[in-house]
Each structure stands twice: as structure tokens, then as C-alpha cells.
Antibody
Framework: EVQLVESGGGLVQPGGSLILSCAAS????????MHWVRQASGKGLEWVGR??????????AYISSVKGRFTISRDDSKNTSYLQMHSLQADDTAVYYC???????WGRGTLVTVSA | DIVMTQSPDSLAVSLGERATINCKSS????????????LAWFQQKPGQPPKLLIY???TRESGVPDRFSGGGSGTDFTLTISSLQAEDVAVYYC?????????FGQGTKLEIK
């Protein structure tokens, strides 16, 4: 059974940093691209970024609003993907999902709240 | 960037009736060399992560009832629920994975009339 479990969310002040983790199991993690998608309360889904596999040189891509502030990485030895977030702003407040959207695998999400 | 626009924003349909949701992309999401449209449909119920319904624009995910169907190509796509059931009340999103940044439509809220 595929499982994606996010952790690391919480309350952070504007301008602060946070690192989210996504622990994966039930599939060949090292061969899979991993995506992060966020959803503000009552709002729609917003794709944040993705990291490809080693075969594709761990290539990353992001939406423009997080470029330079967010970094996606992975540790294939731990079957874990990470989302490092810096210079957080109020509009980064959302539930962050780890996902393989093309095959329908989603975690339950972790809530990030940016507030003073 | 590819912008996905869904219509309508909300939809109320009677039980047993057909529901149709439209999705338009600002650029084609068709890879002509593979003849595949990089377009998926998701269903999301409150408090739950999205659930994949359709991928490659028209391929139903395993376990998804056959009342759900997807169609279209290039820039114009549809999700059709042939006979609405009470459990289909949800928000539906289209999603393009043809080019990064990937993107979702704004969502269509489906309710019972």
C-alpha cells in the first residue's frame, strides 16, 4: 500500500523558515518524481513544485511565487522528500500535500500557518 | 505558464441527471508524438486530499465508477458524470502535467439540486 506522510507543519512568523518532510512507502521512491501541492483554507489546489528522480538529474521546478524562497530536495536512502521554505509570507499559509498526482498518490497534508 | 480555466464555478444537478464540467487550457496539453493529453481530473471532498478520477484526459483510474468519463483534446476538456449520485457532491479540479509549472483549474463545486 502506498503511503505518503507529511510532517513539519506548524505556526511560523512572517519572514521565518520551515522544513516539511514527506515519508514515502509502498512504491519505488527513487524512481519517482515527487510533487508538492498546497491549498489555502477554502481555496483551490496550487501546484508548488516537484523534484524528478536521479535518472532525470533531480531536476526541480517551482511556481514563480516561491522561486528563490522554496527548495525541494530528496533523500532516496530515506525514501523522503523535503520542502524547505524561507522568507515565509502570510499567503503561504496552507495545507501542504506531498503527492504523485499522475498516479493519484496523496498524503493527508500538513498545515503551515504564517502569522505573527 | 499554462492557465487552466474551469466552467462553471459551481453546478447544481438533480440526482440521476448528467453533470458536465468544462476545462480549458491556455495552451495545448497534447503531446502529438505520443498522442497523449497531459490532463487529469480530481475529486476532492471536505477534509480529504484530492482523489484521481481521470488521467490522459480520458483514462479512468482503477476503482472509479464508470459513470465518470473524461473527454477532449488539445485545449478543451470535459468531465462528465452520467448519472449523479449523492456521493458525487465534491469539488472537481482539472490538472495539466504537460509543462512545468504544472497547474490546476480553480475548481468546480458540484451540488445536488
Amino acid at each position: 500500500e502506498v503511503q505518503l506522510v507529511e510532517s513539519g507543519g506548524g505556526l511560523v512568523q512572517p519572514g521565518g523558515s520551515l522544513i516539511l518532510s514527506c515519508a514515502a512507502s509502498g512504491f519505488t521512491f527513487s524512481g519517482s518524481a515527487m510533487h508538492w501541492v498546497r491549498q489555502a483554507s477554502g481555496k483551490g489546489l496550487e501546484w508548488v513544485g516537484r523534484i524528478r528522480s536521479k535518472t532525470d538529474n533531480y531536476a526541480t521546478a517551482y511556481i514563480s511565487s516561491v522561486k528563490g524562497r522554496f527548495t525541494i530536495s530528496r533523500d532516496d536512502s530515506k525514501n523522503t522528500s523535503y520542502l524547505q521554505m524561507h522568507s515565509l509570507q502570510a499567503d503561504d499559509t496552507a495545507v501542504y500535500y506531498c503527492t504523485r498526482p499522475d498516479v493519484g498518490d496523496w498524503g493527508r497534508g500538513t498545515l503551515v500557518t504564517v502569522s505573527a | 505558464d499554462i492557465v487552466m480555466t474551469q466552467s462553471p464555478d459551481s453546478l447544481a444537478v438533480s440526482l440521476g441527471e448528467r453533470a458536465t464540467i468544462n476545462c480549458k487550457s491556455s495552451q495545448s496539453v497534447l503531446d502529438s508524438s505520443k498522442n497523449k493529453n497531459y490532463l487529469a481530473w480530481f475529486q476532492q471532498k471536505p477534509g480529504q486530499p484530492p482523489k484521481l478520477l481521470i488521467y490522459w484526459a480520458s483514462t479512468r483510474e482503477s476503482g472509479v465508477p464508470d459513470r465518470f468519463s473524461g473527454g477532449g483534446s488539445g485545449t478543451d476538456f470535459t468531465l462528465t458524470i452520467s448519472s449523479l449520485q449523492a456521493e458525487d457532491v465534491a469539488v472537481y479540479y482539472c490538472h495539466q502535467y504537460y509543462r512545468t509549472p504544472c497547474s490546476f483549474g480553480q475548481g468546480t463545486k458540484l451540488e445536488i439540486k
